[in-house]
């Protein structure tokens, strides 16, 4: 945590109330995203309990599984949230751009879940669907594997800095507003809510009193509150299974409904809430950034939807060695392109970083705008060499690269030297580019003596690391039998037997 | 149960050229795809680097070297230049690379862009991120230099560059790291995240592991404590006796009597923990930071003779000698910023940085702001083993310890409570245990401030 970031967190606890963090919302927020609040029964990894979806406030969808431990009914509801989900996501499918190669969907769905553990939920569901089958025993409707395989896409593209197409809305909330708890009470929906927007008629301390009763606050899933489980589910759970033993139509409906408004119950604040959450979200400006981005999910959209249609197969269990690195490569990458981008845009996030040493800003002292040097191929190019004074406690080596939020688009820079001089820090920069093409820089592409300037370390373009061909992995990182994962984690470790109790 | 410092060496203790020689049959006899070479603090690596690629080349190879920094590839060409006059040594490199002068004078070493530039030589150099940008060349061996800092992704970009390998490195440093928090890889065995030798380990058995068994440079009043707190089950001892190594004061003490007290424990013992009033503090605390400031100012202007294998007669301590170890860096900058203050002309020439970038160097005397000092908690990142070790392990002569009083107690109450994951080994040394062990040795040296 920076020194900035530390003051906002003591002055909301100070002032008992949420202190915006940012300027902007760096994440997109679709006009119509589709909420999902998933819920789990506790004592076996992954096995829904319930969800409720929609794509607005008014129109939720409850899917109940009324004995949690039937596969049966498991994979029904599978098929239930299946036809929900893809019938949104197939709403995507339809208007493309573009021609050949750069053809793409111009828009993408985007899911909502309440929290960070709603996300591990769907990915626990999306690994327990995608390798059903559709034939043979225990087969499943086809929109099972299908929504498995689109979860997992989803899952895996969250991990991806900046992406929007899956996020946890407690995650949003706590990255534009600083509350005076901490990281993991951030994560409990109502009691960040409490925070940013307490009930009316209500302050930020009985606000959360509520937000960590369950009786009042049910939590945000996906496990639910144990005292509910043992005084209501359980007996209502087992008020299923003997209506269900005796075979009377009647009381096995009247066991469902009951099961099914105790959920409704639980689950129904939570949605609500999540509505709530979005439009305080929507009030916040979307950061300029966001769109470049946003076009990134577009790319990924299109050729994982492209592989789709050309009957794709569902994800490994596991990323092979070459998968692996490779994707911890993308994963830093957009990670640095991201926190770029953030401080790019928003002068909180800039003074955030200027806070840590890690950018600066400061007026231009001494400026040498008519510098030319000779380059490698031997032209004469203009290489201005400006002088900033800044009080900021800098920490970039010589030779860093720039950008600056506060010069015309395409503006770079290099650090030269850092002198420092009691309190505050000379940086002398060469500017490099963004003065367009000829000898002598373009109008206000250089900044002048007096000017206020902010500059930051470019993450810069770097080329994608190559690595051997997929099929042939080095003797470094495979078994010399050809089977490495198999042989250290076997791959049915995870097998299951169908298993339905009757 | 532990025997303390034993101050004649283990005569047990196989001999160093001996060790050597196996490591150099293991290579010379064909059989293994890599061979991995363990070595404690100051155990010539670099030197068995410099001999190992003079013995292939002799023996026909034209060998590669795999080095993590700029910083390390220099000093091995010239190392290699240097030793080696009749073999000519390249240095592959990026185009904004400029030599530095001591490179330039060696007539045996070339810089080049391509590997096309560098065709008339035996040895070629260069760091791993520039070996993954060459394609379609493949040599006979690579000697891959501080290979427990390269990731595995790394090595999986460069490994197609050779057939067989050296891994050299020291596994009780900090490993990698990514800035990426995912859970996916844990317990893959090619886990990205890893080292490349723990991955290479993995998937090949049958590797031979030697150890260097000798620290040349960890004095006698070190090796024992640095190696059963952060080796524990590959001792080693060091390399000179009870009377090679010595410092002295030029001049005797006056008016600050506290930082003397700890200046001569540290002296006369090898090590001292100067230890403050017990207090909560940020990482930033400016007491904590000033005190390593003044202890290194106070060496300096006391000035120190040190005597040693290298300067039997004594050489004066001169300020590039000392070392100031941190956990963070904007405590680095903190104490650089007290070194400009003191006004002194010598102090601004301390070395100040973080464990990570200290990894590899080697001082006389070096003060370690304790990574736990002062701290409510005890996380993950404060326990690392690998981050002490780093600390305390770089100097030839003594270590002094800054720490607020109340470590040993943060430690009880913090037991390690980090998940336990499928198919993850227990991690040696453990960091808690570690720390524990290295307190108890700084216990006897305890000058409370």
Redesign the interface.
Known sequence: MSTLSALAHVQAMESMRAVPLTEFRHRRLSSRPLVIIPLAMAGEAGAPLAAMVGTARRNGTLLVVAQPRNRDQRFAFAAGLGRIVMEYINSFRQDRSGEGERSRYTDTPQILVPNPGGVRTLADLGRMCRFRATTGPYAVPEVVPELGMWLTFLVDRAEQAGSSVLLPVTGMLAEHWATGQSTLENQNLASLMAWIAPPPGLSVEQAMADAENPDVCPPAGPSTSPEFDNRDLAPAIRNFDEASALGDPQALADAESDLRELIAGQIQPTWRMVWQAISLLRSVPEAPRAAKRFESDCRAFTAYSDYQDTGALPQRKRDTAIGAARRLGQLEHALAEFEADMAFDDRFVLADRRSAGEAFAGTVVEAEPGRMVTTDKNSRVPRPLVTVLTEDPLRLAADTKLISPSMPTGHKAKVVSVRRVGGTTRVTVEITGGMGRARVPKQGTVPELGQYVAYLPDPGWRPSPQFPASDATPWTHSAPDGNDTESAVPENTAAEEWGNED | MRTDDGMTPDPSVPDPAAATEAILANMADGGH??VVVDSPPGAGKSTLVVRAARELTEGGERPIIVAQTNNQVDDLVERLAREHPDIAVGRLSG??YAPSAALNALTNAVVGRTLADLTGCRIIVATAAKW??V?DATFGWAILDEAYQMR??M???I??RFER?LFVGDPGQLDPF???G?E??I???????QN?VS??L???HGIPVHRLPVSWRLPLTAAPTISRAFYPFTHFTAGTGADTRALEFRTTGFARTDLDETLAQAFTTGWALHELRRRHVPRTDTETLQTATDLAGRLLERGAVATCERHRSGRELQPGDIAIGVAH??QA?LVR?AL?RTGSTGAPGVVVDTANRLQGREFEVVIVVHPLSGRRDATAFHLEAGRLCVLASRHRQACIVVAREGIADLLDSHPSTDPVH??VRAKFPDGWEANQIMLDKLAQHRVAA
Do not use: Y
Not at chain 2, 187 to 193: E, I, K, R, S, V
């Open positions: 795809r890599a185009s904004s993954a940008t394609r595995s992704d090595l999986l970009q490994v197609e390998g990514t800035i990426v995912t996916r890889w317990g893959l065995p090619h886990d990205p995240t490349g991955v290479m993995e998937h090949n860096r904007d900058d910023a400009v499928l198919s």
